[in-house]
């Protein structure tokens, strides 16, 4: 079964930082684009960054550009999202999502298996 567990949400004050993991189990992401959605109250889902399968290729919505950084380590199976100089604005579930690709350097947001998401609240 293939599944993509995302960790590391939680509470922070503005300008604070979190790290978000997304951990695939059941497959191996070696050959899987990853992307970064968010989802805020009231809101429609956005992509918010995306990497592709080599990490060569990485896309960042313009309001996320130069505080957020998608990383990834397919040795552990884990794909991770960097936040720093978090606003309230950035407030919102996030979620990964995966598709399989033989294109090594691409990204985009269409994907085919999603997690369940975690929770980022920036507030004071």
């Known amino acids: 079964q293939l599944q993509l567990v995302e960790s590391g949400g939680g509470l922070v004050q503005p300008g604070g930082s979190l790290r978000l993991s997304c951990a695939a189990s059941g497959f191996t992401l070696d050959y899987y684009a990853i992307a970064w959605f968010r989802q805020a109250p009231g809101k429609e889902r956005e992509g918010v960054s995306c990497?592709?399968?080599?990490?060569?290729?990485?896309n960042y919505v313009d309001s996320v550009k130069g505080r957020f950084t998608i990383s990834r380590d397919n040795g552990k199976n884990t794909v991770y999202l960097q936040m720093n100089s978090l606003k309230p604005e950035d407030t919102a579930v996030y979620y990964c999502a995966g598709r399989a690709t033989r294109m090594v350097n691409f990204c985009d947001y269409a994907m085919d298996y999603w997690g369940k998401g975690t929770l980022v609240t920036v507030s004071s």
């Open positions: 990497i592709s399968s080599n990490g060569g290729n990485t």
